[in-house]
């Protein structure tokens, strides 16, 4: 099962990527751990822990939108359907969609670029269209590997979060440096 595991490691990385960037963000992520766990830095994770975990499940979800597992999804037609009343996709066709285009279209997500994380609340998730977030596809051929995303980005993002704070640092290379690559 290659797919669950690539799936995993590339939300958990994004996420991490996204909180180094982001380091409002990444407080907020500790002050939940902190009320969670308290100091007890070596208490193991359990499932019972990963519902309080909320604002780091919002960041992860912003994390796949941003950066979706999936980026391309295509199909094969197998029966004639209307797109709308005007367009009759017959058998045969190959579709592709992209949730990387979906997840960025402003109409959907204003300021689309930004890591927001609160788009992800109840209150402003409400009334989005249910494939407006589908960073795992969607329907009876979703990604197997979601749900991996979720607990084993929580139980990583935890440890890794709870004991260390991440920066993100670019050193920019001068142009001497760079004629001499």
Known sequence: ?????????????????????????????HIELDEIFGNDTHRSITTNDLP??????????????????????????????RLDNETLVPPGVDIAMSPWLTHRDPNIYPEPENFLPSRHTPENSSGRH????????????????????????????????????LAWKVKELSKAKTDEI
Not at 1 to 22: P, Q, R, V
Not at 54 to 81: G, H, M, N, T, W
């Open 1 to 29: 099962m290659f797919e669950g595991h690539d799936t995993t490691a590339a939300g958990f990385t994004w996420s991490l990527y996204l909180l180094a960037k982001n380091p409002e963000h990444q407080a907020l992520v």
């Open 52 to 81: 309080k975990m909320k604002y780091l499940d919002l960041c992860i979800k912003e994390a796949l939108r941003l950066y979706p597992s999936v980026p391309l999804i295509a199909r094969k037609v197998k029966q004639e359907f």
């Open 130 to 165: 249910p494939y407006a977030y589908i960073p795992f596809s969607a329907g009876l051929r979703n990604c197997i590997g979601q749900r991996n995303v979720f607990s084993g980005s929580g139980d990583s993002g935890f440890n890794l979060s709870q004991r260390y704070c």
